[in-house]
């Protein structure tokens, strides 16, 4: 798998800490329907990802507007692609989002 090069420890923490908590959401989810629900627990956790992708959206065109470095617009990239990739493999099913842990091709892996 390629690895993001630009990506800093930093990032990497700022990423951490977005995967944490879009986990602990998941992680009340399965308390609150099950974990093998997979059904219930879906339509609301992807619509907490779906705000939170806006969001960051959002702030990436105010970074962008403002001429931050590099590094800046570049993690605002990298989280955006985490929460688009959230969105697509979690669609797909158990089976999608697994296998792409099972290859380490998450973004939040480090993966360009």
Same mark, same amino acid.
């Given at each position: 798998?390629?690895?993001?090069?630009?990506?800093?420890?930093?990032?990497?923490?700022?990423?951490?800490?977005?995967?944490?908590?879009?986990?602990?959401?998941?992680?009340?989810?399965?308390?609150?329907?099950?974990?093998?629900?997979?059904?219930?627990?879906?339509?609301?956790?992807?619509? @907490?990802? $779906? #705000?939170?992708?806006?969001?960051?959206?959002?702030? !990436?065109?105010?970074?962008? *507007?403002?001429?931050?470095?590099?590094?800046?617009?570049?993690?605002?990239?990298?989280?955006?692609?985490? @929460?688009? $990739? #959230?969105?697509?493999?979690?669609?797909?099913?158990? !089976?999608?989002?697994?296998? *792409?842990?099972?290859?380490?091709?998450?973004?939040?892996?480090?993966?360009?």
């Amino acid at each position: 798998m390629d690895q993001d090069h630009e990506q800093t420890d930093s990032m990497r923490s700022a990423e951490r800490e977005l995967w944490s908590a879009a986990a602990i959401v998941l992680i009340n989810l399965w308390r609150q329907h099950g974990e093998d629900n997979w059904d219930s627990c879906m339509p609301p956790y992807l619509k @907490y990802i $779906q #705000e939170r992708l806006a969001e960051e959206i959002t702030a !990436a065109h105010v970074a962008v *507007a403002n001429h931050e470095e590099p590094s800046i617009i570049h993690l605002h990239r990298r989280i955006v692609a985490f @929460y688009h $990739q #959230e969105l697509d493999l979690r669609n797909q099913g158990r !089976a999608a989002w697994s296998s *792409a842990v099972e290859d380490g091709a998450l973004i939040m892996y480090g993966r360009a």
